[in-house]
């Protein structure tokens, strides 16, 4: 078990370029979550997958944002034409036994 | 929609001293999970402790404890013997079926353990 991992875990941009992040969830798990987290805040649900399949997207996840898990694997966040607003930490998490999600050390984005 | 509430912004311990963390949330639900991550500053989520709400006996992990009021809708955080690493960020946070287990966070209660 090693852990839910995160890449790259920061991220410099200037606005209106694109960006992407990649998860890779505990092996065995088959959800894998999708949050964002302001400073002083809580993190805040975007999307989930149970495998391949997106199942669920929040309102916050506007048409600049799509989420990708191919095969079942990994995941990947692509946040298109970024705004100063889109600067956040991304986590990611896997659900494993217990209903217990388990999560990544996060990509914090930073749009000048 | 649920809603997770923690009224506490910042608390303060001195080391070895005992401490609560208050949490109320707002469900219709019977069956749901309750939880309690710790953040450390430039560090990650991890989990403290969990809670079904089907089980009436308080969940219990070595220092820390809760305090399960299902009617209050109450789920507060105990933390004995406090030590200098327990100083993090505290987030409360809800999960039902319902919302794809998908966790429902409050605004995280910021705890400083002071030598």
């Known amino acids: 078990d090693t852990g839910v991992s995160q890449d790259p875990r920061h991220k410099i941009t200037k606005r209106g370029q694109n960006v992407t992040f990649r998860c890779d969830p505990i092996?065995?798990?088959?959800?894998l979550y999708w949050y964002r987290q302001t400073l002083g805040q809580g993190p805040e649900f975007l999307t989930y997958?149970?495998?391949?399949?997106?199942?669920?997207k929040s309102r916050l996840l506007s048409d600049r944002f799509s989420a990708e898990r191919p095969k079942g694997s990994f995941s990947t966040l692509e946040i298109q034409r970024t705004e100063q607003g889109d600067s956040a930490m991304y986590l990611c998490a896997s659900l494993g036994s217990g209903e217990t999600q388990y999560f990544g050390p996060g990509t914090r984005l930073l749009v000048l | 929609a649920q809603t997770v509430t923690q009224s506490q912004p910042e608390m303060s311990v001195q080391e070895a001293e005992t401490v609560t963390l208050s949490c109320t949330y707002d469900?219709?639900?019977?069956?749901?999970?309750l939880f309690w991550y710790k953040q450390p500053p430039s560090r990650q989520m991890i989990l403290v402790i969990r809670q079904e709400a089907y089980k009436q006996q308080n969940a219990t992990e070595n220092r820390f404890s809760v305090n399960f009021q299902k009617a209050a809708k109450s789920f507060s955080l105990k933390i004995s013997d406090s030590q200098l690493g327990d100083t993090a960020m505290y987030f409360c946070?809800?999960?039902?079926?319902?919302?794809?287990?998908?966790?429902?966070f409050g605004k995280g209660t910021s705890l400083l353990v002071t030598p």
């Open positions: 469900t219709s639900e019977s069956n749901y999970y």
């Open positions: 946070a809800f999960m039902n079926s319902n919302s794809g287990y998908a966790l429902n």
């Open positions: 092996s065995e798990h088959n959800r």
């Open positions: 997958f149970q495998n391949e399949a997106q199942l669920e």
